[in-house]
């Protein structure tokens, strides 16, 4: 049935690629990718479909059949530096140290999705596109939280953790409480757009539903995460009384939500010596940082770890124990540093920073300006994620997510629009003001006389 569903639904949207033009195939594109819907149905013949490259292909025949949209992305820092950590990463790839096989399939996923991002940044050219890309990276993540937060109150009562969708980016408990963590600010962006007083009510519900769901991944790193995200979300709100009273509500429902098992889960946070996965993580990063020096410019390509042979070859003679099975990273920052060495890192690194450049711009030149609210709202919202980003990253695998990138290009695409936005307004203020001011008339003084 769900996969009858999905077949309905898909072929039903696919021809909207041709009719409505190649954006409709980069949400299409956005919402396999991070929803992954392809991966809940069980009926093999449903599931055998290449959905993503359907949507690609067409995307891309929709693209050179179109007169009218930019064939190629607009030469700017995210272009350039998307493009860098595209080629560094098949620089890394050809030189890694994992069997090639493991290699390719993290390589050709990231090329893929970085293609798609880039030519998402290359149709994001409105602000109409800019919240329709945003609803739906909102929603496909949500979804989960959702489904999850109602799963945790109606019928397991918190006692068991939600996990996302087998075999996808964050199918564990743990991934899927970092995405939805950070994916959660466009929700309170998209509530800022309601004009309708139910319409925001029902988004503040949905808003709760997810963060119960995240709530009850278990994830000691989301809720560090949820923290850091609620901290920066309170400071960046324009409405902090209305903030203030959501939190309390929040911390309220999760006191009489959470059963016991969450809070001693929660407590070995403080606990970390007495924890194995903690120790473990630091026990991942010292190799990944043994590994590094040995290898600091390229690093040891993509799934070096998840290779317990080579790694143990590479990391010969360093003292650490060896591998015994296929181990992740565990942080963005060593994800970066053991797959694409100090190089990698510092990609990494500045697009981060672009896209914190890109919101502070966002919220200091709209700041004031009633018809760009909605440019300030959403500025400050993507530096709320970034903060959430990377405070669960520091724990969890996620350097090359794809929701991440599509917050990078969003926060890109917004400035481009906007600041076309203050040129044209620029342009007819100088066109109105006088081309030649006359003097002011001198006034006239009678000599004196005699």
Known sequence: MRGLLLFTVFFSLLPLIFARGPFYGILMWFWLSLMNPQLVIWDNIFASIPYDLLVALATFLSL?????????????????????????ITITSLLGIAEPAIIYQKWNMTEKMLLMTLVAY?????????????????FS?????????????????????????????????????????????????????CTRRELRWLMLALIGLTFLGDVFTYSRGALVALLAMGAMLWWRSQQKILMTGIMIVAALAVVDFAPPEWFERMDTIS??????????????????????????????????????????????GSGLPPFEKPRAPHSIWFEMLGDQGFVGLAIFIAILASMAVDARWLVRRTRGNPDLAWANNLGRMMQVSLIAYCAAGTFLTQAMYDGFYALVIITAATRRVVAAELRSRDAVADSQRPLIVSPAPRELHPQPSG
């Open 141 to 193: 993540i949500a979804f989960w939280g959702i489904k999850g937060g109602l799963w945790s109150l109606l019928l397991s009562g918190g006692g068991a953790r939600v996990y996302g969708p087998n075999g996808s980016m964050f199918g564990d408990n743990n991934d899927l409480g970092f995405v939805l963590t950070f994916m959660m600010p466009l929700l309170f962006y998209i509530r800022s757009r």
């Open 271 to 316: 606990n970390y010596q007495q924890d194995g996965s903690a120790e473990g993580r630091i026990l991942m990063w010292t190799r990944a940082w043994a590994l590094v020096e040995r290898h600091p410019i390229t690093g040891g390509g993509f799934h070096w770890s998840y290779d317990p042979a080579a790694a143990n070859y590479a990391l010969a």
């Open 64 to 88: 050179a059949l179109s007169s009218r949209e930019p064939k190629l992305p607009p030469v700017d820092k995210t272009t350039v530096l998307l493009v860098i950590l595209a080629t560094w």
């Open 122 to 138: 290359t149709l994001t050219t409105t602000r109409q596109r800019i919240d329709q890309l945003i609803i739906v990276c909102a």
